[in-house]
């Protein structure tokens, strides 16, 4: 079955660090950019971060610049999202796409005192 | 590339014919998604590159454009269609940027 699933999400102090994963399982993952994408609560959709199939190019938000940091794993079919000095304005669902025909379920992440 | 989507908020009746528009910043060719979002549940494919019609999408749904202007059309809105609607530029060189949303009513 072709899927992203992603896990990591939870609860975290202002200014503490989270490693977000997705688990990509029936496509050959190696040839596809990925992205993150998040919504706040109550808010719309905002993309966060995309890599290429070769992480030859990489963006960010200006919003998590500095702070997050996107990664693959081909071997373990795995895309990352490292993110530091989480602010409370970072609560989301997150959610890991390959592209408009396929997302993960999401997760949520707290940034709370 | 910014992408701007109006309106914000659009009251329709049953059976009406819907438009919502979306603009880019620049030229994104024909890689335009559209998205149905329901309240507590994961974004709904509706329509990619432009007008490609997602696999069991009502037909009541179209999209249409290039360029820089699209616009999602529904040709008879129905109670189920209530939801808020996202378009999105998917062109792979670039950042997959979205619009702020558009949240569909019925009167």
């Known amino acids: 079955e072709v899927q992203l699933v992603e896990s990591g999400g939870g609860l975290v102090k202002p200014g503490g660090s989270l490693r977000l994963s997705c688990a990509a399982s029936?496509?050959?993952?190696?040839?596809?950019?990925l992205n993150w994408v998040r919504q706040a609560p109550g808010k719309g959709l905002e993309w966060v971060s995309s890599?290429?199939?070769?992480?030859?190019?990489?963006y960010y938000a200006d919003s998590v610049k500095g702070r997050f940091t996107i990664s693959r794993d081909d071997a373990k079919n795995s895309l990352y999202l490292q993110m530091n000095n989480l602010r409370a304005e970072d609560t989301a669902v997150y959610y890991c796409?390959?592209?408009?025909?396929?997302w993960g379920q999401g997760t949520l992440v707290t940034v709370s005192s | 590339i910014q992408m701007t989507q109006s309106p914000s908020t659009l009251s329709a009746s049953v059976g009406d014919r819907v438009t919502v528009t979306c603009r880019a910043s620049?030229?994104?060719?024909?890689?335009l998604a559209w998205y149905q979002q329901k309240p507590g549940k994961a974004p709904k494919l509706l329509i990619y590159?432009?007008?490609r019609l997602e696999s069991g999408v009502p037909s009541r749904f179209s999209g249409s454009g290039s360029g820089t202007e699209f616009t999602l059309t529904v040709s008879s809105l129905q109670p189920d269609d209530v939801a808020t609607y996202y378009c999105?530029?998917?062109?792979?060189?670039?950042?997959?940027?979205f619009g702020q949303g558009t949240k569909l009513e019925i009167k």
């Open positions: 796409t390959r592209d408009p025909k396929l």
């Open positions: 029936g496509f050959t993952f190696s040839t596809y950019n």
């Open positions: 890599i290429s199939s070769t992480s030859t190019y990489i």
């Open positions: 620049q030229s994104i060719s024909r890689w």
């Open positions: 590159e432009t007008s």
């Open positions: 999105q530029q998917h062109n792979s060189y670039s950042p997959y940027t």
